[in-house]
């Protein structure tokens, strides 16, 4: 048996039902994905051929799946575990707007901000409004970054933006004073952090016509798990911090996966000290 872990969650499984033991203690980074063979980059060129026409009809919707959403949310507990605080910023629209617009636009104010800041590192997710009866179902953004944001300097450069690219107020008296908004998020406070996650990334079931979330560059690097003997989960154990378990077993009722839901606290969190190092690492 072997043991993926990752911040609340370990999972033991059986080696004998999901293959050998993995080569290397951490993994779910963006550098480990299989880069092209250089024999492949030496073959030669195929000739072009004509480009195939897309059948007409409505593009196919993106929406975040579970095993994104699982993503999403180990990307963020490890980002938060480099930084000493965020801002979570919500990027809304003064009028109706298409999902390819809303992305695009969402591109140009991030790169604008990758100029302004240093070591500008974040995580986006679109999602759907419904509260808003004027613009229901427009899409909006959720931003989670290391930088702390001047509301009114970024508010004005978003609002003119938007002008910019043919986004206007829906009247000449409508006041879009929430449409740049920014709240400081204390990184210590995993649970707090937690709860973002649970409310704009878990429940979130839209569907889109662009892409439905997406991180920088070394975010995407950032380690998520590590893998460890059973022996590991004795510390959890000691601590009762264990808040519950699940197992599956195969046809002959042996147990070949169990799933242990860890409490994370200020006697847990140094358990995982050695994913934090990792990646601080790469951070820095």
């Known amino acids: 048996m072997i043991v993926k872990n990752t911040y609340g969650t370990s999972v033991e499984f059986s080696t004998r039902m999901f293959g050998v033991v993995p080569d290397e203690e951490f993994t779910g980074s963006s550098l480990q994905r299989k880069k092209k063979k250089p024999e492949d980059e030496e073959e030669p060129k195929k000739e072009k051929s004509k480009p195939v026409k897309k ?3 409505k593009p196919k919707l993106r929406h975040l799946s579970k095993r ?8 963020i507990t490890c980002f938060s575990r480099c930084y000493k605080r965020f801002s979570f910023v919500t990027l809304t629209f003064m009028n109706k707007v298409e999902d390819e617009q809303a992305v695009d ?5 991030l790169d604008n901000a990758k100029k302004r800041f240093d070591d500008f590192q974040y995580i986006w997710v679109a999602e759907r409004q419904t509260k808003n009866d004027e ?4 899409v909006h953004f959720h931003i989670i970054t290391n930088k ?5 300097k970024w508010w004005k450069y978003w609002t003119d933006l938007q002008k910019k690219n043919g986004v ?12 740049f908004d920014v709240k ?4 210590k406070n995993i649970k707090a952090t937690g709860s973002y996650v649970t409310k704009y990334i878990t429940k979130n079931y839209g569907r889109f016509k662009c892409q439905p979330w997406n991180c920088s560059k070394r975010v995407s690097q950032l380690y998520t798990d590590f893998y460890t003997t059973p022996d590991y989960l004795r510390n959890f154990e ?3 911090a264990v808040r519950g378990e699940f197992t599956v077993k195969d046809t002959l009722d042996r147990t070949f996966l169990r799933v242990k839901s860890i409490d994370l606290n200020r006697k847990t969190l140094p358990l995982y000290n050695r994913l934090d190092e990792k990646n601080r690492a790469l951070m820095s």
């Open 55 to 57: 059948k007409a009809g």
């Open 68 to 75: 994104s959403k699982r993503k999403i949310r180990k990307k």
């Open 105 to 109: 636009l969402l591109r140009k104010f």
């Open 135 to 138: 613009f229901k179902g427009n």
């Open 148 to 152: 702390y944001w001047k509301i009114e």
């Open 168 to 179: 206007h107020p829906r009247s000449k008296d409508f006041n879009p004073s929430s449409a």
């Open 184 to 187: 400081q998020i204390h990184t």
């Open 238 to 240: 000691k601590l009762n």
